[in-house]
């Protein structure tokens, strides 16, 4: 006859399972500070630019969470972001004259990183596309 080792058996304990299925969510942001420059290509009551310059962009928020099962737990903060970059922007300024002192604006602009992260793996290069908008009155 064969004996077969006692395996342990525990029914009245349970436990949770120490993996979670989730998503880890990384959330960053910067203060940015811009010095562009503007040339007029038309300028009568429609009126278009063309807007270059660059971005200093300080780091503020710096935080990676994993979301599971409604709750968010902290897990820390990513290393490889640094803590001042750089961007080039690029766009256009489209605006309509009401009178003299009065316009409204329409500037879609590219504005590419240039070292945003550090000690990374690939040639990822953050960008951004945004337009912006308002009511512009001088006095």
């Known amino acids: 006859d064969r004996q077969t080792p006692m395996e342990p058996v525990a029914n009245d304990v349970s436990a ?3 993996a979670r299925e989730g998503q880890m969510a990384q959330e960053f942001g ?3 500070v811009p010095l562009e420059m503007q040339f007029s290509l038309v300028d009568k009551k429609w009126g278009v630019d063309l807007i270059g310059g660059m971005s200093s962009l ?3 928020d710096n935080a990676v969470n994993l979301e599971s099962s409604g709750t968010v737990t902290e897990m820390g ?3 490889n972001l640094n803590s001042l970059n750089f961007s080039t922007n690029f766009g256009l300024g489209l605006f ?3 009178n003299p002192s009065f316009e409204l604006n329409l500037q879609p602009m590219f504005k590419y990183q240039l070292n945003t992260f550090s000690e990374t793996s690939g040639n990822f290069r953050p960008y951004s596309v945004g337009i912006y ?3 512009s009155f001088r006095f």
């Open 30 to 32: 910067y203060l940015e």
């Open 96 to 98: 309509y004259r009401f």
């Open 77 to 79: 903060e990513a290393t």
């Open 58 to 60: 300080f780091l503020i």
């Open 16 to 18: 949770p399972s120490p």
């Open 133 to 135: 908008s308002g009511l």
